[in-house]
């Protein structure tokens, strides 16, 4: 069979094999970009430090979601927003203890996964507000939603802290209950 010596590849033969070759590069990219996404927070991401001045202001959030929180962890009680967290802590401290605890004007849960993957769940630690501690706070990124003991979102307030927010006689009534 004769072979042409002056044969040019055919413009038209090579489009389909480029657009094929776009897509899969496109693809890619919208793959990579949901791996990041798992990770995502509805009222996005706080950093916090290892002294009080990098302590995050109070994070206003809506709270409560269609899910039940005890299908997450059966300890865990009230309605949170399915997957997505509320709020993602980057901690990069040497604090002792990191506090995590909600307010609101009605009756909240918290759900706190930690950065090993432990969940930690609280309803009414300080009255009808909710708080998860950490003794030895460790470094990385501290999943945390808001749920509502009913099944009604609310506004509430996240507040981060290296310091126990509970006061004095809050504390002494948990000493006393734990004995």
């Known amino acids: 069979m004769p072979v042409a010596m002056n044969a040019q590849p055919c413009p038209h033969r090579a489009r389909p094999i480029i657009r094929a070759l776009a897509t899969l590069a496109l693809l890619a990219t919208f793959a990579s970009h949901a791996e990041v996404e798992v990770g995502a927070s509805y009222f ?24 039940r929180a005890d299908l ?28 995590i605890h909600a307010r609101s004007a009605t009756d909240t ?6 950065p090993d993957g432990t969940i930690h769940c609280d309803d009414d630690t300080m009255n009808f507000d909710p708080m998860v501690s950490f003794p030895d706070a460790r470094n990385g990124v501290y999943r945390i939603w808001v749920g509502t003991f009913v099944n009604q979102p609310t506004r509430a307030k996240i507040h981060i802290s290296a310091t126990d927010p509970r006061t004095p006689l809050q504390k002494m009534l948990l000493e006393t209950l734990n004995r």
């Open 72 to 99: 997450i962890h059966g300890d865990c009680t009230g309605f949170i927003q399915k997957a997505t967290a509320d709020v993602n802590l980057d901690y990069r401290g040497d604090a002792t203890e990191l506090f």
């Open 44 to 67: 996005g991401t706080v950093r916090m430090g290892a002294n009080a001045d990098s302590e995050p202001s109070p994070i206003t959030i809506m709270a409560g979601g269609r899910q």
């Open 109 to 114: 849960t918290l759900v706190v996964r930690a």
